[in-house]
């Protein structure tokens, strides 16, 4: 399940996108209004996405954010492991934050190939889905 943090960045930047043609900045304020996102909150999770380079933020009068990436270069897999880490349900499936579980012996564990297979399909969704995809 992704946390309500990644649910508001995907709104934000769903948001952002279905804007990308105006030609000022958008405030973080306006974003929290139209999407129902708490402000401060939100403002935390622009800010991440900034310093991810997703985002490009300016400051002053005309300031506000724009997407620093088209929309179709965007992907959810980016999105989740920018915000919520990684996407595999296992430690031990993780292609990016691999970890060995404590409680486990790999060569002889009868439930990491299901979650590799549910890995592997969240992946490959994830992976083909950009944000320009979900406006």
Request: aromatic share 6%; proline share 4%.
């Amino acid at each position: 399940m992704i946390s309500k943090k990644c649910k508001y960045a995907l709104k934000a930047l769903i948001y952002l996108a279905k804007n990308q043609e105006r030609p000022t900045p958008i405030f973080s304020s306006e974003i929290a209004e139209q999407e129902r996102i708490p402000k401060k909150f939100l403002e935390t999770i622009l800010r991440e996405l900034r310093n991810a380079q997703i985002l490009h933020s300016s400051r002053g009068k005309t300031g506000g954010y724009k997407l620093n990436k088209a929309a179709d270069q965007i992907l959810l897999t980016d999105l989740i492991r920018i915000i919520d880490g990684p996407i595999a349900m296992l430690p031990c499936v993780s292609l990016n934050y691999y970890a060995t579980c404590p409680e486990c012996d790999e060569s002889s564990c009868t439930i990491k190939g299901v979650f590799e297979k549910v890995r592997d399909e969240t992946l490959a969704i994830f992976g083909s889905t950009s944000i320009k995809s979900l406006l």
